[in-house]
């Protein structure tokens, strides 16, 4: 592993008062013969950006996933807020989920659903809890935050690239989420709609106090959003640092990224 | 693909449809329940397939009494027309029918749906937003096919009936009350009631079926695809299986 800059890639000092929200050790995943995630441990600390870097298939959205309980680790650990999560049952999966947003590569967002209703989803078990006027107001809030107030009754099938990533980043932000999860957010839109949303991610993450990994092989949304950057390669992890000392690196395969 | 492989394939998908089948039946009376999506997917299956069902039973209690009438008068059996065609119909016209028209219409409508939410993450999305959606997609599209297809043959019957009707008055001379006098005569509790609880079966093999394929769609568009396909062929083929343990099994009473 080529290591750019001290990254926390071990278990923290447990003199820190700030636990990491997401830290993982040792992660290893197959699919049947075919081994993804070979090693990978890293740390991601309270208000951190972690961009991870990697050509396609070499095991990025499958690290994401992981994360989130949606795939299931062959060995290694990861923990959530500082609880494994393998060891969590179905109620605590769901509760630390709670705190979790995730923006899929897809936007995932629900084709039969108009966009209050997209909105509304991750908070239907807390409505009546909640109330609907407030429900209302956070989906109105989300949907300002993101500039397409106008848009609150429409379907997805009426909405254009940009905007449905943009929906889908306001439906991951109405949990308040403490972790942002992104799977290439800028990916199949247009330099200018790119920065757009990288400049989004910022704004939004500054205004949550969440912390965040990226999912991408766009330079330009690395260079706006990454505090720290992890490269993969083959599965492991071939080089961490700032962006600053990564574009700055003598070496090929790192060099290649940044052309 | 050899007959081996094949063979191979045919035990493997049979467990994995069980295990769906089962897991389906571990959840379905575990709270959280959803009844809203519920309800919207009874209304999906049962109200939006009313005109197709309808029209269809209707013609074929039509077409069943104008083919029947002509050999039925031919032995001097004419009189015995509305009870012949009603239990045809309610036996089996009237739930395979339907059950077929079904697994057509919302059963490559399920496989789609599923396939493509699947291909496009929103089941993860789902998963992510801490709703098991097994729940929320599959057990309540299994539930809605499960109830709402014996009361489309129920409505498929009495179409089809008045379409036997039409016909045996355009050939001959009779009366509704007396057509349908011959009908209720001739209906007994082991025509009625087996073919309700056979169209349950139907109702459950659909949803299970169209679920499962939808569910566990390949990525792609092609995946949707071949999803939608094999939910209606395999749901169609099944259907036909069951009707005819179901004739067996009734026989066996009578």
Known sequence: MLLCSKMKTTKPDTEKSNSPVVEIIHLKKNFKDTKVLKDVSLILEKGETLVVLGKSGSGKSVLIKCIVGLLHPDSGEIKLFGKPITELNRKELDAAREKIGFLFQSNALYDSMTVRKNLEFPLRRTIKKEGRAQIDKRVKEALANVDLAHTIDMMPSELSGGMRKRIGLARCLMVNPEIMLYDEPTTGLDPITAEGISKLMVDMQKKYNSSSIIITHDMKCAQLTATQMMVLIDGLIYAQGTYEELAESKDKKIKSFFK | ?254
């Open chain 2, 1 to 254: 693909m050899t007959v081996r492989s094949y063979f191979q394939n045919f035990i493997i998908e049979t467990g994995e449809v069980s295990k769906f089948a089962i897991r389906f039946f571990k959840e379905v009376f575990a709270p959280p329940y959803e009844f809203k999506e519920f309800l919207l997917q009874c209304y999906n299956v049962g109200c939006k397939s009313i005109p197709l069902v309808g029209i269809t039973a209707f013609i074929m209690g039509l077409v069943v009494t104008l083919q029947s009438r002509p050999t039925l008068i031919q032995f001097g059996a004419g009189s015995w027309l509305p009870a012949m065609a009603s239990v045809g119909i309610v036996r089996e016209i009237g739930p395979v029918v339907t059950a077929l028209m079904c697994a057509g219409k919302v059963g490559s409508n399920i496989g789609a749906e599923l396939g493509s939410m699947k291909v496009t993450e929103q089941i993860d999305a789902m998963e992510v937003s801490g709703t098991n959606p097994f729940k929320f997609v599959a057990i309540t599209r299994i539930l809605a096919t499960t109830l709402m297809i014996p009361v489309l043959v129920i409505f498929a019957d009495t179409l089809s009936l008045f379409g036997s009707f039409l016909a045996a008055n355009i050939k001959g001379e009779i009366s509704i009350s007396l057509f349908f006098n011959q009908v209720f005569e001739k209906l007994v509790f082991l025509d009625v009631v087996p073919s309700i609880i056979k169209s349950f079966f139907f109702g459950f093999t659909i949803g299970l079926i169209s679920c499962y394929e939808g569910y566990n769609s390949k990525k792609g568009t092609e995946g949707v695809g071949k999803s939608a396909n094999a939910a209606v062929v395999i749901s169609s083929l099944l259907i036909f299986v069951i009707d005819l343990l179901a004739v067996q099994i009734t026989n066996a009473f009578m």
